[in-house]
Nanobody, 115 residues
Framework: QVQLVESGGGLVQPGGSLRLSCTAS????????MAWYRQAPGKEREPVAT???????MYKDSVKGRFTISRDTAKNTVYLQMDSLKLEDTAVYFC?????????WGQGVRVTVSS
């Protein structure tokens, strides 16, 4: 029905940067919003950044000024540019696409920040 494919994760040193990408495909090609969540081992999944169809953005306080979410509507792709990465950013990051009352999730991509 809907598939979300993430890429761009990996290992990076503190202070480094990564850019995550997520492309949606399937029977739905227009979403109300797209978002990035993350989950660290032993912790609850939490929202990191959200972008609505009108372009409005919201961020978790701890990533403001460091992360930027953007979207290419024509490509059904959402990005998360992560700069000045910290050890605390280590987690599995999930792409989420929201259509009406439904949410669709990617498989997750690992981001490891380590020296």
């Amino acid at each position: 029905q809907v598939q979300l494919v993430e890429s761009g994760g990996g290992l990076v040193q503190p202070g480094g940067s990564l850019r995550l990408s997520c492309t949606a495909s399937g029977s739905i090609f227009s979403f109300n919003a797209m978002a990035w969540y993350r989950q660290a081992p032993g912790k609850e999944r939490e929202p990191v950044a959200t972008i609505q169809s009108n372009g409005n953005r919201m961020y978790k306080d701890s990533v403001k000024g460091r992360f930027t979410i953007s979207r290419d509507t024509a490509k059904n792709t959402v990005y998360l540019q992560m700069d000045s990465l910290k050890l605390e950013d280590t987690a599995v990051y999930f792409c989420v696409a929201i259509h009406l009352a439904d949410g669709y999730w990617g498989q997750g991509v690992r981001v490891t920040v380590s020296s």
